[in-house]
């Protein structure tokens, strides 16, 4: 069974950066869309950042040109670097990867494209 676990939150000051990592358990890992989410609280889950098996990336409009996604196949690893960050990017980060076979595309930020799920980091950004 694929196993997600993230890594890498915590407390910074706007402006500031943090680096998620989430640490896939199977070799399969390059070939498969992933994504990092966000839930801060009462509010929806949302799509943040995907990327998918040959490297393509998209990002939601709040965190374009602050955020970048990347993978390390060798690593079966997936990071989401953040930079300048605001006070709304206070929430917690999930990782999550599409199922062998599927694919996350025509909408690859949306919750429903995927179905395996790591268990998320706090990232709370203080003014």
């Known amino acids: 069974q694929v196993q997600l676990v993230e890594s890498g939150g915590g407390s910074v000051q706007a402006g500031g950066s943090l680096r998620l990592s989430c640490l896939a358990s199977e070799y399969m890992f390059s070939r498969r869309c992933m994504a990092w989410f966000r839930q801060a609280p009462g509010k929806e889950r949302e799509g943040v950042a995907h990327?998918?098996?040959?490297?393509?990336?998209s990002y939601a409009d709040s965190v374009k040109g602050r955020f970048i996604i990347s993978r390390d196949s060798a690593k079966n690893t997936l990071t989401l670097q953040m930079s300048s960050l605001k006070p709304e990017d206070t929430a917690m980060y999930y990782c999550a990867q599409v199922s062998f076979g599927h694919s996350c595309y025509p909408s690859p930020l949306a919750l429903a494209s995927y179905n395996i799920w790591g268990q998320g980091t706090q990232v709370t950004v203080s003014s």
């Open positions: 990327i998918d098996s040959g490297g393509y990336t």
